[in-house]
Nanobody, 123 residues
Framework: QVQLVESGGGLVQAGGSLRLSCAAS????????VGWFRQAPGKEREFVAA????????FYRDSVKGRFNISRDNAVNTVYLQMSRLNPEDTAVYYC????????????????WGRGTQVTVSS
């Protein structure tokens, strides 16, 4: 069993930055791939980024490449999403999830999910 708790969301002006954290409890977290997803009002949840269990490989949706960076610190069971050059289209509830591999995460499948943190970007 893994429990995930997101934090770091908030209100930021366009062009600003935020760093989200996904803190996990559970023995299997360090062996799991982790992904970030987001869901804007009236829209479906979408994949944002993912990182392999060892941090060796990362994946991003096209619209965030070069602006977002996903990383992890298995020593403290935490995955981060550094977001920069934010724009209003990034406004959403951001969720983290973990699974056995990134392939599942990239298609929106996750074994465990957090409850989300709100990110609002004002223009």
């Amino acid at each position: 069993q893994v429990q995930l708790v997101e934090s770091g969301g908030g209100l930021v002006q366009a062009g600003g930055s935020l760093r989200l954290s996904c803190a996990a409890s559970g023995r299997t977290f360090s062996n799991s791939a982790v992904g970030w997803f987001r869901q804007a009002p009236g829209k479906e949840r979408e994949f944002v980024a993912a990182v392999t269990w060892d941090g060796a490989a990362t994946f991003y949706r096209d619209s965030v490449k070069g602006r977002f960076n996903i990383s992890r610190d298995n020593a403290v069971n935490t995955v981060y999403l550094q977001m920069s050059r934010l724009n209003p289209e990034d406004t959403a509830v951001y969720y983290c999830a973990c699974d056995y591999g990134v392939a599942n995460l990239r298609i929106g499948v996750g074994r465990y999910w957090g409850r989300g943190t709100q990110v609002t970007v004002s223009s």
